[in-house]
């Protein structure tokens, strides 16, 4: 799980720093977005479950990862367009690695059912939705095809399979792999939730 | 009061859920916008005071009542139009119920006045504030006619009567009614504070 | 130190101020920017640090001079443009100051190094950030001439002549003035850092 998780804070971090390109920011503003989106799910998963020290306080090498990831972005951004696919695959493997680390993380504080789904999906969603704040538009996660959908599915499998008392690293696996078929076949489908839209103002 | 704060947290969830239908979000959207107007405020008081595990976590109950809240209305969206009036009503019952419930919790934890009172604004409004960031426009709350007003004088006016000796529950009622009742002429005449506005651009 | 942060938090809670005043914002959200501009930096950094309870919750005092700087700031506004170089340099020492007293929390509370440097950086512009996020803009650190570098290099210096032994009044005093002449250069030469830009949209 950590090699996973390692490969999943690197293609995060990438797709922080396009995001900051898009808004021509400087170098700077590169790292600093790109530690957000890589790092920022997992620090407000911490703070909401009141887990100090926060987790990359005490790996720093997740944060020279992280920023030597998005600066070496700016260097290879010529790149990306062709490297889609393999992006959407290793941003994919961290949604769902993502999850399923704030899963374990809130069942191990022995927090109740709703907060351990809430922590898998906070710590899978939010630094994408502080990416997109940051960067002044309405968060992408909230109008995409299924995204947030994948996290709570493989957050409500794993748990399932927990309380059916599978073993941790079988369940991991299964969920792995269950959230990852889930996402590739919704990008490939275009799937989306239904939208709402509602237009009076009158507040 | 724990009435008053579940009407309120149902009311401040549909009034996200609308906000996010405003901009199109899908259904996943609108029950995290409902979630964050709703306990949002709640969840920042609590970290800036440092009392963990934060409320909500240890209350599954709020967590389904506010996203179902916010779902339940993207049903009945053609209907808000009409209940206007019932909806800023109990918009008031929130504002006027959250702010009290944030001086409680401040006091008991014996914070000085000034963090006290704050303790009471942040949870009366920065759950408006985070559904407008979200929903990325200027948060309302800065610019409508009193209403965070309303959440400092009615928490003024608790601690004030709480320094005088007055009884928990009689204050707790005697602020609730002044501050709903300071909202509603607030409301009916239009009352806004002064406006500063700054146009050069220098810095 | 304390007479220095006292000045700067006071430059930063005008700098808010102004900021509100481009937004037409009330007296209240006035005070609001104000304050998460002045005091909003050290609560993110004691948040991830998990130090609590948080600085100003201590410091009734700061509270309210913030919040009187940002209400002043609107009665003599039409003074600010003639003040702007004496406005520049508090912001600088500003700037410089947030970020010595960030570094000393976290080498106090023995972090490791990289946190140490974030410590102070999010202490020094981590206030600005939240307040361009509120005014719903692209922050300006992300843009702007040399700034968070400063801080950067402001906490390296420090860290570096901590680990070589120096005392740490003398460390700060040095750090201090480097910092501040590295500022005003980079202000009086519009040094930038090399901008990111990219345009492709395909996620």
Redesign the interface.
Known sequence: MTGIYLVAITAEAM?G??A???????????A??AFVTALGGG?IRD????R???GW??H?EY??LVIGAGLLT?AI?FL??NL?RL??LLDAMGLVAFSLIGCGVALGMG?????VI?SGMITGICGG?LRD???????????RELY??VS?ATCALFLGLHHLGLGTNLNTAISFAAGLALRLLAIRGAW????????????
């Open positions: 797709s720093a396009l900051a390109g898009r808004r021509n920011m400087d170098i700077f503003g590169v600093v977005i620090t703070v909401m479950l009141g100090f020290p926060i306080t005490q720093p944060v020279y700016t951004a990306m367009h889609k992006f959407l927090y109740p059912t709703v907060v809430m939705i704040v940051l960067c002044n538009q309405v968060p992408v996660v909230f109008r947030a959908s709570l989306r939730l239904p939208v709402f839209s509602y237009r009076q103002r009158w507040d």
